[in-house]
């Protein structure tokens, strides 16, 4: 890697509609694109993805939804039950990603849809 990228951490988190694998997939690719263009990641920068979801989500799983991204082939991808909290927001998918970045870019942190509320100061961002 060049002397100008650091290994940086990106989290970002979106909702599904419902619990249907459509519903799922539509959500994840809209939370990738997010990452992907507001931090201006080239697929072979990104190191690994692991996902969570709330309880309420088990139609698919979110990574076989990365796996379909262009580039991201050697990425290690991982799915995962997010702890399960009392009034925790439902239909949730959170991500948190390793990527090689430019040292002096920004991270900017995807927060979508009803997942804006996680992270209020990020909502500029949605």
Known sequence: MSATLALRALRGATTASANTAEAISEA???????????NQLDGNHVLSVTFSCTADLD?????????RQAGWDAVA?????????AGDL??????????W???ERPVIHPYL???AQLRPDRSGHN
């Open 101 to 103: 970045m430019e040292r």
């Open 90 to 99: 439902t239909h949730c998918i959170r991500l948190l990603a390793h990527a």
């Open 77 to 85: 991808l991982l799915d995962c039950q997010q702890m399960a909290v």
């Open 28 to 38: 994840v690719a809209e939370l990738i694109g997010a990452l992907i263009e507001r």
């Open 113 to 115: 849809r009803e997942a």
């Open 59 to 67: 139609a698919c799983f979110p990574a076989a939804v990365a796996r």
